[in-house]
């Protein structure tokens, strides 16, 4: 008997995973069949995904996946979101629930390997930072021996912590507690010298602070949180529209092509230009995608920079810095890989 | 002596002022030392009572309503550096958020079709709860029957396209069940006719609705992923209620059954459902369903939870019932077998209406817990009021210190409306029928 159960058990799982690969290898192709594209997003987290008052998505994860409806569709509203919890995200893109996984997913070895899942394209380059009061006079990382610092229970963010300081032998004191808004609210109210989480999120939490302004956060960031659009393994193709919408962005900032300039820049005599916007070679055809792809995606939503000062940077209330994802030629590690 | 003799005769025209009672047996002083400080003991929990109502009304008052902020555009009406005051909650948030904590992202030309809905449900509810109402057996079917369909038309947009080869596929299942009824009626020796009445009637009202609900009404459609806020809650408790009543009964029906089968299958179902936990069983829709599922099959994502919610409320309706049928004697269901009735209408005009009135504060229990409940949804990534709160709260043009609070103290507000309202009415219910027991 248990071996009937156990036979029949696996009979069924073979038939689901054939099932899942025989639909893997054609997104590209379901999506353009349903019209509309399906991308798994954030339940909130301000700049990368969150509904405004009106209900509207917008971040700069959401403004990746309005690129690819633009490439796809040339339209940037054919889009499904489906926000996804922490624990939900990945399961929801193994069974194809969702075609497209822009929801702020650290990149690991064991999730790009386990899981059966592909991360083409790093679109933020995070890693977690300290914030301090300005009258503790603290300018570095490496001043807060002996600090107090508070920090969520149970995440990788202690453990980070842990790390840095045994390296740089230094002493600290841990007041940890369950939430991040808990956490919070006991470094606002005095509890402890430092915060620390993601840097992005130190930005975020830093408006709600009864005195922004008395709070900077430290330029050192202590660990590697690389933020990637994540798609299903096995649909290549698939893939190679997320890694090549997000090059589009790149480059277009790279070449000074933005959603203002870019009809004028399709007159441009630059053969770098003439590839990316689809006025010279057959580009997009190789992906399944219309030629003029990212001339859609620059229309429609913008150049890489353009998103980033929009969402997280000067032009939002974030103000985050490029830093890490400042351009490669002005000392960041966002690398436009050439169109040609 | 004449005095003497006028003084007998004397009689008061008017009646006299009668003295006040003695100000220690009536008056508030009175009322004080009988309620309040009636024993050493009293006085001493009455003093500890009104300091804890000293220590948090004041504060709280001074929060939400003296140092509450109620206009202004962005954080800086609600920051105490800007505002130039100390903050309390910042009711300009929610009223700036007011319509997607409402709608969620439901898009803002259709939103007429949210309201209509909530019209229409106010209707049916109305029409139901209000015992002398007219024509209530109408309005039983408007609620169960016509206001669900309608909604349904009107929230997705209806047009689903069942395609020709589903018709036929309907046709034939429905002259199949038509059949079996009317064999079944056979072999159990009543009447063919009625049973093929019964068969064709469920036959005829499901292909109504499937042919509604294929029709293209001229809406645009709106998928589920952008309902939301309080729309989702009230759909999440609507389903959930309206399910689970009736699938209780025939749940707890099924377990006091003679049949076996069916006993055991009554028995498992409620077991099992109540042994696990409400959030495992949402979990479970929304993340593990789909790994279950053939890649080109999906359920909609707001339609399992609601599944889920439905079935787990009609485990706990089915025991609450259960404790009714119970406290029933047994002379009841003698008197009704010795009138002739068959099992049907006992149950139905015999046993089950004075089950039920004893189970009503149950059941209504069992409603607000349910209600409450909705709002774990949120956890599976659900938009309902409580998501909608959430990530509103974190939204940067409105970051100050007590917009967390401020969101939370509204939802607070929202449930405790429904749940204060559905006790009253369950009480107002209750003192009416049990109006025959009162000497």
């Known amino acids: 008997m248990k071996k009937a159960i156990v036979s029949i058990a696996f009979g069924l799982t073979a038939s689901l995973l054939a099932a899942g690969s025989a639909s893997a290898q054609a997104t590209l192709a379901s999506v353009k069949q349903k019209g509309y594209l399906t991308c798994g997003s954030n339940t909130g987290l301000a700049g990368f995904g969150l509904p405004d008052a009106q209900g509207n998505w917008t971040g700069l994860d959401v403004d990746f996946c309005r690129a690819m409806s633009a490439a796809i569709f040339d339209d940037p509203t054919k889009i499904r979101f489906i926000p996804l919890s922490a624990k939900d995200r990945f399961t929801a893109l193994q069974s194809g629930e969702v075609d497209v996984l822009a929801r702020n997913s650290t990149v690991t070895m064991s999730r790009d390997t386990q899981l059966g899942l592909d991360f083409p394209a790093i679109n933020y380059f995070d890693g977690q930072g300290f914030m301090v009061r300005k009258k503790l006079g603290v300018s570095s990382a490496k001043e807060l021996n002996g600090a107090s610092i508070c920090t969520q229970q149970g995440t990788t963010t202690e453990l980070n912590l842990a790390d840095y300081f045994r390296a740089n032998n230094m002493k600290y004191e841990v007041v940890a507690f369950a939430t991040s808004d808990e956490t919070f609210k006991a470094y606002d109210a005095g509890r402890c010298d430092a915060f620390t989480t993601d840097a992005s999120g130190l930005y975020s939490e830093r408006l709600r602070a009864s005195n922004p302004d008395d709070h900077i956060v430290l330029p050192e960031i202590i660990s590697k949180e690389p933020l990637a659009v994540a798609v299903r393994h096995g649909d290549n193709q698939w893939g190679d529209i997320v890694r090549w919408t997000h090059n589009a962005m790149l480059d277009a900032e790279e070449l000074g092509v933005t959603k203002a300039n870019v009809d004028q820049m399709k007159g441009s005599d630059n053969p770098e230009i003439k590839r990316l916007l689809g006025t010279e070679g057959k580009f997009g055809e190789a992906v399944g995608l219309p030629n003029d792809w990212a001339y859609r995606i620059i229309k429609h939503v913008g150049n890489y920079g353009e998103s980033f000062e929009r969402n997280v940077g000067e032009g939002s209330k974030l103000k985050i810095k490029r830093g890490l994802n400042a351009q490669w030629t002005k000392g960041g590690l966002q690398y436009g890989l050439p169109v040609r | 002596m004449n005095t003497a003799v006028d003084m007998s005769r004397f009689v008061r025209s008017e009646k006299i002022e009668a003295l006040p009672p003695p100000s220690l047996t009536r008056g508030p002083l009175a009322w004080m030392r009988e309620n309040l400080f009636s024993s050493p003991l009293n006085t001493l929990l009455t003093l500890v009572v009104a300091y804890l109502l000293y220590v948090i009304i004041p504060p709280l008052v001074e929060f939400l309503v003296i140092n509450a902020v109620w206009t202004g555009t962005d954080r800086s009406a609600c920051r105490a550096e800007t505002a130039g005051h100390p903050v309390g909650a910042c009711w300009a948030f929610v009223i700036d958020k007011i319509n997607f904590f409402t709608y969620g992202s439901y898009p803002a030309t259709e939103r007429w079709r949210v309201n209509i809905f909530f019209v229409l449900l106010a209707i049916g509810v109305g029409w139901l709860l209000w015992l002398r109402a007219p024509r209530r057996d109408l309005g039983a079917i408007y609620f169960f029957w016509l206001f669900p369909v309608i909604s349904y038309i009107l929230l997705t947009g209806g047009n689903v396209s069942l395609g020709i080869g589903f018709w036929s596929t309907f046709a034939v299942s429905g002259a199949l069940l038509v059949v079996a009824l009317a064999a079944a009626a056979y072999a159990l020796k009543t009447s063919i006719r009625s049973a093929m009445l019964i068969g064709l009637g469920i036959v005829a009202v499901i292909g109504i609705t499937l042919g509604l609900v294929s029709i293209n009404w ?175 709260r974190i939204d940067p043009n409105w970051a100050a210190p007590t917009i967390g609070i401020t969101g939370y103290a509204f939802a607070a507000l929202f449930y405790f409306i429904f749940c204060f309202g559905m006790s009253r009415y369950s009480l107002g219910v209750e003192r009416r029928l049990a109006a025959g027991q009162k000497r």
């Open chain 2, 218 to 392: 001229g809406l645009e459609p709106v998928p589920t992923s952008r309902w939301g806020g309080i729309l989702v809650t009230l759909l999440v408790a609507t389903v959930g209620i309206v399910f689970s009543l009736p699938f209780g009964i025939l749940l707890a029906l099924g377990r006091r059954s003679k049949l076996p089968i069916l006993r055991m299958a009554s028995v498992i179902f409620i077991e099992f459902v109540r042994g696990v936990p409400l959030i495992t069983v949402l979990i479970m829709a929304n993340t593990m369903l789909p790994l279950f599922l053939p890649g080109d099959v999906t359920v909609d994502r707001l339609a399992r939870p609601l599944i889920g919610v439905a079935l787990f409320a009609s485990a706990y309706m089915a025991e609450v019932v259960r404790g009714g049928l119970q406290a029933m004697p047994k002379g009841q269901y003698e008197g009704a077998m010795s009138l002739g009735l068959n099992y049907p209408q006992m149950m139905a005009f015999i046993i089950l209406p004075q089950a039920l009135r004893i189970v009503i504060p149950g059941i209504v229990n069992t409603f607000i817990g349910l209600f409450k409940d909705t709002s774990l949804v949120s956890i599976v990534g659900i938009f309902d009021l409580v998501k909608a709160i959430e990530s509103s």
